[in-house]
C-alpha cells in the first residue's frame, strides 16, 4: 500500500527514549524525519503496529474467580475496586493502598496516578518502575548540577563530538538509530566505550575498556588520576564552575591507574589513554547508562563519571558535556510528574513546604492533607501484604513479575496481597496475578505527550479508534477517583485538559513546563524543558552560564569504590550480568507479542566465555542452570570468545522459567533506591545437574 500525505498521522515510537518519530496510516509505520533518529528506525519501532492488532488484546474487564479471571463489566470491575479499596483504608489506614506507575506512561498519565494516589487514595505508597531504570544518575546530577535532565543539550549536539566515552550504555542495540550521532566519533577514532562486553556497540569503538562488573567506579578514579597526573585537568573551568575538586582529589590521589587496572582489569595505559584522549578533543562528551548505573552503589559510580567531566570542564560548554541516556519512552517525563515516590509534579520535593502548598493550591486540596514520601519501589515491592505494608496494590504500565529483581520474591509478595489490580493492554505476567484485570488503550490509540531523553516534549497523537470495549489509564483514573468520593472535575479525562493542569502544576518548579502547550507541538516546536511561559522558546542546553545550584557552581561529589554487594565465592564463582537485545523491550510483554520479533529472539540464552562453559560442562545450545542465592534461570548456552571468563551475560526479556530477575539481588543504592540488576554471583551447571 502507497501511503499519501493524508494518510499519515504523525506520531512517536512506543517503546525507548529517543522517542523516534514516525507515521502512522491505519497500523502501518513509517519513518518520519526527526531529529533524534533522523528518519531512521529499528526492527522494533518497524513492526509496532503489530501491536495495534495483536490477537491477544484485552477487550473487557476480567475479574478473579477462584483460579479463573471472567469477564466483568466496567461498572462491575471499577464499583469491585472501589468497594475493596474503601474497606481495606477502613481497616488498615491510607497507606494499605500501594500504586505503582511506569516509566513508559505519558506525562499526563504520570501526573494524574500520582494526584489519584495522593488525593483519591490519600496514600504515600507510590512508586514506579523508572526506579530501576536511571535513579542513580537522577541522584547524582541533582548532587552535581543541582538539577537532572537527561541530556541537558539536544541530542543532535554529540554528532559534532570528536570524543565521547559511552559507560555501560549498547545503543547499537538498545537505540540503533541513535549511532548515526556517534558516527563523527567513531571516524575520529574517539569512541571509547566502557562495558564488560564486547557488545555492537564496542565493535565499534577505537577503545573499548572492558572492566569487571562493579569496578566502574574504580575505572573512573584511575582515569581521573590519570587527567591530573598528566596535567590534563580543565583547571580555569574548575575554578570558575565548580566547588569541591579538592575532597575529589584526595580520594583519586590513591588509585593510580596501576592499582586501578589490578581492580578492574583495564590496563593503566587505556586509562591513560581515555584521559587523553578526552582532554585533547576540541567536542567531547561522557554519557552513562544503566550499565554503570544499575549497581548498589550506582549513585556515586554515576557521581564520578561527573567528577572526571566537570575535571575534563565538560558539562555546560557549548559543543561538549555530561549526560545519561534514559531507556523508557518516558523514562525522563515519568520521572518529573509525581508517581515517584518522594516527588510532587514539576520535580518537586514532596518534602518541601512551598512545593506541597503550590501542588496542593492546584489540586484544590489542603496541603496539610497530602501524605509525604513512601516506599521506594522495591521496598514497596518488599513489603506488600507484610503487618506494616500495603494490603493492595493497583499496577499501572509496569511489569513486575518479569522487570523487578528477585523476581520469585516479589511474586509471593504479590500473592499475599488483598487485591491486586493491573490496567494493560494485553494479559502480561503481572496481571494474569490479578484480581481485577482492566483493558486499556495504548499509545496509538490515545494522545498523550512524552518527554525523550533530551528533555524534548512531544505530541505522541491518536492516529487510531481503541478497540471496543476498552477505556485510557485517564478515563480509568478518573472514574475511580469518582466511586472513591472525588468530584469528577478534579480528574478529567481528556489527555490535553490533564496537561493543563500538568502545566500549572509544574509552573516555577525545576521541570517546568508552564509554557507548553498542545498548539505548540502540533506546530512541531522543539520544546525542551524548562519551558516558563507560552512566549518561552524553551531550553535546550542547560547550564551555559550556570548550574542550578544557588552559587551557580557544579560540584564535585567525593565517592570511594566499594565493589558489588555480592561478591563472588566458591559457591558462586561467576558473576551474572543483564541487560537487553535488539528485538526486545523491557519485560517483553509487548515485543514478545509481535511474531519477528519473537521469532528472531524466542527464548533466554546466556552469554558464556567458552573455557566457562566447557568447565561447566556446556556446549552451544545447551539448557543450562544458571543460579543464584535467590533462584534459578533456564538459559540456552551460547559460547561467546569475547566474554570476561569470570562473567555472563543474560537478557531480562522473558518471563516464567526464564526470567533473569529470579537470580539478580535487591540490595539497594542508599541515595537512589536502585537495586543492583547489573551484578549477582552465580553458578552454572547442565539443566539435570546440581
Ligand atoms: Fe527508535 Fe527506540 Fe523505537 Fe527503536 S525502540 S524505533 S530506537 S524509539
Known sequence: ???????????????????????LSGTTVAPREFPANGGGLCQKGWTAGSLLTTPQRLTTPLVRSGAELVPATWDEALDLVARRITEIQAGHGRDAIAVFGGGGLTNEKSYLLGKFARVALGTSQVDYNGRFCMSSAAAAGTKAFGLDRGLPFPLTDIGDADAVLLIGSNPAETMPPFMQHLRKAIDAGGLVVVDPRRTPTAEQASLHLAPAPGTDLALALGILHALVAENLVDRDYVARRTRGFEAVWRIAVRWWPERVERITGVAAADQRRV??????????????????????????????????????????????????????GNGQGGREHGQKADQLPGYRRIDDPAAREHVARVWGVDPASLPGPGRSAYELLDALGTATGPKAMLVFGSNVVVSAPRSAHVVQRLRSLDLLVVADFVLSETAAMADVVLPVTQWAEESGTMTNL??????????????????????????????????????????????????????????????VTYDRLRDGEALHWPVPGTDHPGTPRMFLDSFAHPDGRARFVPVEHRGPAEPVDDEFPL???????????????????????????????????PDTAARSGLADGDWA????????????????????????????????????NLLTNPALDPASRMPEFKVCAVRLSPKDGA
Open 454 to 515: 533530551e528533555g524534548r516534549v512531544l505530541l505522541r497523537q491518536k492516529a487510531i479508534d481503541p478497540p471496543d470495549g476498552v477505556r485510557t489509564d485517564l478515563e480509568v483514573l478518573s472514574g475511580l477517583a469518582r466511586r472513591l468520593g472525588q468530584p469528577a472535575q478534579r480528574f478529567p479525562v481528556r489527555a490535553e485538559a490533564v496537561f493543563a493542569e500538568l502545566r500549572e502544576a509544574s509552573r516555577g518548579g525545576l521541570a517546568d513546563y508552564s509554557g
Open 625 to 660: 542452570r544458571v543460579i543464584s542465592r535467590r533462584g534459578e534461570t533456564a538459559a540456552r548456552v551460547r559460547r561467546v570468545a569475547s566474554m570476561r571468563p569470570d562473567t555472563v551475560f543474560l537478557p531480562f526479556h522473558f518471563p516464567g522459567a526464564q526470567r533473569a
Open 275 to 328: 584521559a587523553s584522549l578526552l582532554a585533547t578533543a576540541r567536542n567531547a562528551y561522557v554519557l552513562t547508562a544503566r550499565g554503570t548505573e544499575q549497581h548498589a552503589s550506582g549513585s556515586d559510580t554515576v557521581s564520578a563519571w561527573i567528577n572526571l567531566a566537570l575535571a575534563l570542564g565538560l558539562p555546560g560548554r557549548a559543543g561538549s558535556g555530561y549526560g545519561c541516556l534514559t531507556g523508557q
Open 575 to 609: 558473576i551474572a550480568t543483564t541487560g537487553r537485545v535488539l528485538q526486545h523491550y523491557q519485560s517483553g510483554a509487548q515485543t514478545r507479542r509481535i511474531a519477528e520479533l519473537s521469532e528472531a529472539v524466542p527464548e533466554v540464552y546466556v552469554e558464556v566465555h
Open 1 to 23: 500500500m502507497t501511503l499519501t500525505a493524508e494518510h499519515l498521522v504523525p506520531t512517536h515510537c512506543p517503546y525507548c527514549a529517543l522517542q523516534c518519530g514516525m507515521s
